[in-house]
């Protein structure tokens, strides 16, 4: 029965079709749905009227809304159409309102819509502000249906304006015009004359304005919930999915080629995972409305693996967690669907062909799969096909093979989203793919805080003042028929990404200057019908949808169980089909390396990919986090510094890649856990390096910075080039010539440090010595992406935009430095990427940057990037107590990195000097020790601010000029910020103290030894030494000589030990002047102490002790000391409880540096020790 009605219902459907004929209905027609009819009126606007929606086979289900609809309709109700997502609500509305021949105005809401935007929005034409109506008012004056999609997506405070205007059909609009229902004007009317009505500025709203708003049920899904007045307006339905057999008969009719069988086991799963049970254990749903894609592609390939492509329906594998994954998999198992041990599934693409000087835009593609060639045809560009993607520019690996022929069967049916990690090779893929089917790409950098008139059209003022919009890329892109990536769908909020729907679901989008895109089909057939030209339908704002237009979002992977990571949302699993890239595994990596960077060693990429493909393969979430920052992406860089650098050492690029300086202490044991076991060690040369000093020198206009050579350039702009105070120092050297070293490489550099190192101050000598001109640019929190590209100013009452430091940089190719990169939000820092990455990026005021000069082709607004642009980007470590974002973990992996520290000792010592010449040695010996030893406290966490090299020359510069103020006055001007947190100031107190630093002492602490006065002296007496002339007696002293055997000599083992050495004189004046504890056994008895002076500035004490016998012996003003165990050589004696008592002795000129001991107890054996034979070389 049911089926019969339904066939009834489209014949009298046709046959009132056929009586309204082309553009409109007479007076008369009818439409009967069942026992409700309702009377067609002809459309004064019969473009607006939606067209090739209903089709043939209307399932008994969606006749039933649209009777339901009608009833509401003829009531003069408004309806609220609830239910999960899919085009399937906004489907049944077009398709009434195509039924009853009605004129629509549509706008999606999204969390950007305000009042504005329904009511009345103001434009400027010719310097006047005019006040335009928009969709719901032009909907309640021309007796239109207002279609509001997306509900739940606007503001809670922005609906209610609709509210009076939804109960009473009145509503107060900004130009002073009063909206007044049908009846109360008509009324009015009968009384007083149209002039007057028009002189009060009443307008009448149509009776036969309705409005149908489309949302999801909130809580269920993501969304605002409706506001109470608001809801109590409409009138729900319900419309869920279609029920199992209309959807099946549907699939049926689509996949005539597929075993039922199969079509009705896909349904069966699909449906399953749309039940409140699934519900309940928290899986998204599964997009229902993308099955028929599915079997279009079944039906062309029937061989194809059904488990496989419901992985690119619901890529559940990186969405859901564990519990859910084996959820999906036992349903998939119920119904027969999972794989079998060799599933067919498209291994490469094997040709395309595209047809040429044919304006179908369409390829022939052939795919190979399950051993044989299937051809089938597919969308294709407006250039000619199989355009290399770059010189040399994609490596073929088997397994992006394989994902390239899978998209292409998406890409016959639906538009795509890749998912993969960062630096996979997405854009690569996405750039080859498009270049194989003639597309021209349009890249679309999408951030978090975009709107939705960033995505589709902006407000603009032309040269005379007046407002205009300019489209975005992507409609460019939709009317032009070019392939949009977009890239980082991840970034933006749900809400705002809801706007494409229509465009992705039905090709038809309402822009906000109201013009109107329809799919091409669609257009045509409105072309017919009307009998118009593309000119009249241009003058009416309509324009068709390129047939080959396509949309391939790039995303990173969704993280399960995260609130604000968890982007893949059921609405968004409607609009694409998902492919997920995943990393290369460690043959095809190597494959891209060699061929990417022929002549690297081979030793050192075996030993990277062991490591890399180790940490991505662990289980540790320590280990996991470092494998981000070892992307494809980050290894051919390593690769190609080591290919023209191969003396350097692969574990200082590891660890450079990785900013291992600044990670977390787990996360830096696993990393030098793994290097170790991969056999990966510290070169020698690279800590030699640091001890040698390196060459700094231009001559003849070339400079040469260590190992690294570089022509010094000769710019137009010399008053840019950066000239500031610089003492060179070894580290910064070695830093400047790291940075050197990538820069030739043609990278762009990303230094990251605790404040106050000096990476401004390198980054300027850097560029001074260069001779490169700079353009500054500093971020905050405010930072926008318009403020990135642009800087607006009003001259002459017109807005006006100057381009950013970022645009003069890119056109003049000066060097961009962008300093504080981590205070500004990382959604508006990511643009950078399409600029670093692909050397593209599109400008706030519609213009384009763009790297290669061969594909400006004639276009307009675009801006070639110079060759010799380069960006150089400073940030602060991440993490406390720096309060940026991290900018390392977000855009790390697109630049070079280099760790900028604090200058070691030497390095800071040096410095100091040439900072304060004046200021005492001592003095700046105690500073540098007492600040070294304040960072390590910063890096084991026990303190929380990192002190700086900044503030250790603050206090230097202030002792140069006042010389007569005391030190621990000065360094007040640095602690003085602690002096209120106690642990922190005890802490100060302690290390400034152990170092000699004098703060908190006072005056009267006075420790000296008492004084006791000497007697007078007093004549006791004398003697006289007669001279006995020239008499030869002698005197004879009588000698005793012994025999001494010599044992010898012994290898004696010297351990090192750090010493905390304390000075005595920090908080009083006392004869003690330092003191250190040595680390003696309980049962260890000091025998004898010892001074020697080693040279002019250093003494050294030696300690012997027994009980064991033992020698400890340091420099009085150095950080280590030395242990001898003598035990072998004194050993305990036999029988007794005696340990020998041992006396030291050193000796002088020649035999300086040599002690001798002496063994009170048993006198023969005395041993010279020489030092110069135990101790280590310094």
């Known amino acids: 029965g049911a089926a019969r009605r339904v066939r009834l219902l489209l014949g009298q459907v046709a046959a009132q079709r056929r009586t309204a004929g082309g553009g409109g209905g007479g007076a008369g027609d009818r439409v009967i ?99 335009l109506d928009q969709c719901a008012v032009r909907a309640a004056t021309e007796g239109r249906i207002l279609v509001l999609e997306g509900l739940e997506k606007a503001e809670r405070n922005v609906l209610p304006v609709l509210n009076n205007l939804l109960e009473n059909r009145e509503m107060q609009l900004e130009d002073g015009r009063f909206l007044v229902s049908a009846e109360r004007y008509d009324k009015l009317l009968k009384e007083h004359k149209k002039a007057e009505l028009d002189a009060w500025k009443l307008v009448r ?133 999972r794989d079998s041990t060799k599933p067919s599934l498209p291994t490469r693409v094997t040709n395309v062909r595209k047809k040429e000087n044919d304006q179908s835009f369409q390829a022939d593609v052939t795919v190979h799969i399950a051993g044989k060639d299937v051809t089938f045809q597919v969308p294709a560009g407006t250039e000619p096909a199989n355009r290399c993607s770059g010189p040399g520019d994609f490596i073929r690996t088997a397994s992006h093979e394989q994902l390239l022929a899978g998209m292409m069967l998406s890409h016959m049916v639906k538009d795509m989203c890749l998912i993969g990690a960062k630096g996979c090779g997405k854009t690569v893929v996405a750039k080859e793919f498009s270049a194989a089917l003639g597309y021209d790409t349009e890249s679309f950098m999408l951030y978090q805080d975009m709107t939705a008139r960033d995505l589709l059209q902006q407000r603009y003022t032309l040269p005379n003042g007046d407002t205009a919009w300019r489209p975005s890329p992507l409609v460019t892109a939709a009317l032009e028929g070019k392939l949009v990536i977009l890239d980082g769908i991840h970034r933006v909020n749900p809400g705002t990404l809801a706007i494409l729907q229509r465009l992705i679901h039905d090709r038809e989008m309402t822009l906000y200057d109201g013009t109107i895109l329809l799919r091409q089909d669609r257009y045509e057939k409105l072309k017919e019908d009307l009998q118009l030209s593309d000119e009249n339908l241009q003058q009416r704002s309509i324009f068709p949808i390129h047939p080959s237009f396509r949309i391939i979002a790039l995303a990173e992977p969704p993280v399960a169980g995260s609130t604000t990571q968890q982007w893949l949302v059921p609405e968004l699993l409607t609009f694409f089909l998902f492919h997920y890239v995943k990393p290369l595994n460690r043959r095809e990596e190597m494959r891209v390396i060699h061929e990417k960077v022929p002549n690297v060693p081979s030793a050192a990429v075996e030993q990277l990919l062991k490591l890399t493909h180790k940490l991505r393969e662990t289980q540790d979430p320590q280990a996991q986090s470092l494998a981000s920052s070892l992307s494809t992406r980050q290894l051919l860089r390593i690769c190609r510094r080591l290919s023209h650098y191969p003396d350097e050492s692969l574990c200082h690029s590891i660890n450079k890649a990785c900013l291992s300086r600044f990670l977390p202490n787990l996360a830096a044991s696993a990393l030098h856990k793994n290097l170790l076991d991969c056999g990966i060690h510290a070169s020698p040369a690279d800590t030699e390096k640091t001890d040698e000093s390196l060459s700094c020198e231009i001559n003849s206009g070339i400079l040469r910075l260590g190992a690294a050579v570089i022509p010094v350039h000769n710019p137009k702009e010399k008053m840019k080039v950066p000239d500031v105070l610089f003492y060179e120092n070894k580290q910064h050297a070695l830093l400047m010539e790291n940075m050197l070293k990538d820069f030739l490489l043609g990278e762009h550099l990303l230094l990251v440090g605790n404040q106050g190192v000096g990476k401004n101050k390198v980054v300027d000598r850097f560029l001074h010595l260069l001779n490169r001109p700079r353009e500054y640019l500093q971020l905050h929190r405010d930072t926008t992406v318009q403020s990135l590209t642009l800087q607006t100013s009003v001259k002459d009452g017109l807005v006006v935009y100057e381009d950013s430091p970022l645009v003069k940089a890119v056109q003049l190719g000066h060097i961009l430095v962008i300093d504080e990169a981590d205070k500004a939000p990382t959604n508006v820092t990511c643009i950078l990427k399409t600029l670093v990455e692909s050397g593209e990026m599109i400008l706030s005021d519609g213009r384009r940057l763009i790297a290669n000069p061969a594909s400006v082709r004639g276009r307009k607004n675009v801006i070639v990037i110079h060759p010799d642009f380069r960006m150089i980007v400073l940030a602060n470590r991440p993490g406390f107590p720096f309060l940026g974002n991290d900018f390392f973990g977000t855009l790390g992996d697109i630049f070079s990195c280099h760790a900028v520290d604090n200058p070691n000792p030497d390095s800071e010592l040096a410095m100091l000097r040439q900072y304060g010449p004046e200021v005492p040695e001592p003095v700046l010996q105690k500073l540098v020790a007492a600040f070294g030893e304040l960072r390590s406290l910063a890096d084991q966490g026990i303190i929380n601010y990192p002190y700086s ?83 030869q007696q002698k005197f004879l002293c009588p000698i005793e000589t012994r025999r001494t055997d010599v044992k010898g000599p012994l290898y004696i083992n010297v351990q090192a030990f750090p010493m905390e050495r304390h000075e005595a004189r920090s908080l009083s004046f006392t004869e003690e002047h330092a003191f250190w504890s040595l680390p003696l056994n309980e049962v260890n008895l000091v025998c004898d102490v010892a001074v020697a002076q080693e040279n002019e500035t250093e003494n050294v004490l030696y300690v012997a002790t027994c009980n064991p016998v033992s020698l400890y012996f340091m420099g009085l003003s150095g950080a280590n000391g030395y242990y001898v165990d003598l035990y072998d050589i004194f050993p305990r004696t036999v029988g007794g409880i005696w340990q020998p008592l041992v006396t030291v002795a050193p000796l002088g000129n020649p035999l300086r540096g040599q002690v001798i001991l002496h063994e009170e107890q048993v006198e023969e054996d005395v041993l010279p020790v020489s030092r110069q034979s135990v101790l280590p070389r310094k």
């Not at 009377?39 to 289900?61: H, R």
């Not at 597929?258 to 449906?271: D, K, M, P, W, Y």
């Not at 279009?296 to 992985?311: A, C, D, R």
Request: proline share 7%.
């Open 33 to 131: 749905i069942g026992d409700v009819s309702f009377k067609l009126k002809a459309p004064k606007n019969p473009e607006l009227v939606p067209g090739n929606y209903i089709s043939d086979t209307l399932a008994q289900s969606v006749t039933q809304h649209l009777r339901w609809i009608m009833q509401k309709d003829l009531l003069g109700q408004d309806v609220f159409l609830i239910g999960p997502p899919g085009p399937l609500r906004r489907s049944i509305a077009m398709q009434y309102l195509e039924l009853t021949k009605r004129e629509v105005e549509y706008i999606a809401l999204s969390r950007d819509t305000t009042e504005t935007d329904l009511k009345q929005r103001r434009e400027i034409r010719a310097g006047t502000a005019y006040y």
């Open 205 to 337: 709203v149509s009776e036969d304005f309705r409005v149908i708003a489309l949302g999801l049920p909130v809580p269920r899904y993501l969304g605002n919930p409706l506001d109470p007045p608001l809801r109590s307006r409409f009138q729900a339905r319900d419309v869920y999915y279609l029920p199992f057999k209309d959807h099946l008969a549907l699939l049926y009719h689509i996949g005539s080629n597929v075993a039922t069988e199969r079509i009705s086991q896909l349904l069966s799963f699909a449906t399953t995972l749309c039940t409140q049970e699934s519900s309940a254990l928290g899986l998204p749903d599964f997009p229902l409305d993308s099955l028929s894609s599915a079997v279009k592609i079944l039906n062309t390939f029937p061989m194809m693996s059904v488990q496989h492509l419901i992985h690119w329906l619901y890529p559940y594998e990186i969405l859901l967690g564990k519990e859910g994954k084996t959820a999906v998999e036992d349903a998939l198992k119920r119904f027969e669907l």
């Open 949 to 1031: 090299t900044r503030e250790v020359v603050n206090i230097v510069k202030h002792l140069q000029k006042f010389p007569t103020e005391g030190l621990a006055n000065v360094v007040r001007n640095v602690f003085d910020f602690d002096s209120y947190n106690n642990e922190m100031r005890e802490i100060l107190i302690r290390i400034l103290h152990k170092h000699g630093i004098p703060i908190g002492a006072k005056p009267t602490s006075v420790l000296l030894a008492k004084e006791f006065p000497l007697p007078d002296p007093k004549f006791m007496g004398y003697w006289k030494v007669n001279q006995l002339g020239n008499t």
